[in-house]
């Protein structure tokens, strides 16, 4: 099984890297390959991710919207770089509270996160699931640095 998951996740990088310079549908390749990626490291059994993966994209996409309603909000507010200095100071402060706001309302979705997949998962694979997502990001970041290089 192991071996199939490895063999599936070379092939959806591969057909990831493929169509890297598409923008139109890179969001959902790049959620496949980050399936397949954490489900290699994770090494779930059937009985796991079955569990697992509903309140995993769950909580990703919380967590997802969160931070885009941040940003937005942040774009809106800021059309353009120069304009921070004009910006007043009330919605200065008012954009500093809605990012604490987020902030915290990450945090919450996270210890609810660890407390449904604490009884799918053991201790020891959410720490791989933390070190996966953390590499996964990382191999993402290189990735793309390299192709803009190129």
């Not at 993966?53 to 507010?77: Q, V």
């Not at 954009?95 to 449904?116: A, C, P, R």
């Not at 970041?141 to 390299?146: F, L, S």
Request: glycine letters at 2%.
């Amino acid at each position: 099984m192991k071996n199939l998951l490895t063999f599936l996740y070379i092939i959806i990088f591969c057909t990831l890297s493929s169509y890297s310079q598409e923008k139109k549908g890179s969001k959902e390749k790049i959620k496949t390959l980050k399936i397949a990626y954490i489900s290699e490291r994770l090494n779930l059994t059937p009985n796991e991710a079955e569990k697992f993966w509903p309140i995993y994209n769950t909580h990703d996409e919380n967590h997802r919207s969160l931070r885009s309603k941040l940003r937005l909000e942040i774009k809106k507010s800021i059309k353009d770089k120069k304009l921070i200095n004009t910006l007043s100071e009330k919605d200065a402060e008012r954009l500093v509270l809605l990012k604490l706001t987020v902030d915290n309302q990450i945090h919450e979705s996270k210890k609810k996160f660890m407390e449904q997949i604490k009884k799918v998962i053991s201790y020891k694979k959410i720490i791989k699931l933390h070190l996966a997502e953390l590499d996964f990001g990382r191999n993402l970041m290189r990735k793309y640095k390299n192709s803009r290089g190129n």
